[in-house]
Nanobody, 122 residues
Framework: QVQLVESGGGLVQAGGSLRLSCVIS????????VGWYRQAPGRQRKLIAAVGPTDIRLTYDDAVKGRFTISRDNAKNTVYLQMDNLNVEDTAIYYC???????????????WGQGTQVTVSS
């Protein structure tokens, strides 16, 4: 079973930056994709960025395009989400998960980690 641990969240003022980290257990296949998702209060969890097995960016949600950058370091089994120019609408719990690219796009996972809270103040 793939295990992923998210970290790096916190409280930041609007316009600030944070970098989230997702440490992946070695059971994730080298051909698997990894996605960052977020869930705001009262809303469904949503894919915001995904990366392929060789640090190829697969997709960004329109709400974060141009402000967030996903990257992958296979040597460290870690996927990062650099978040710049944050705004209050980015406040959410952020999760990562990985597997076949179709599962990542659909968010089709039975198990999720605890996520990391990002709070942006105005």
């Amino acid at each position: 079973q793939v295990q992923l641990v998210e970290s790096g969240g916190g409280l930041v003022q609007a316009g600030g930056s944070l970098r989230l980290s997702c440490v992946i257990s070695e059971s994730l296949g080298r051909d698997d994709a990894v996605g960052w998702y977020r869930q705001a209060p009262g809303r469904q969890r949503k894919l915001i960025a995904a990366v392929g097995p060789t640090d190829i960016r697969l997709t960004y949600d329109d709400a974060v395009k141009g402000r967030f950058t996903i990257s992958r370091d296979n040597a460290k089994n870690t996927v990062y989400l650099q978040m710049d120019n944050l705004n209050v609408e980015d406040t959410a719990i952020y999760y990562c998960n990985g597997g076949h690219v179709l599962r990542v796009v659909r968010g089709d996972f039975a198990s999720w980690g605890q996520g990391t809270q990002v709070t942006v103040s105005s």
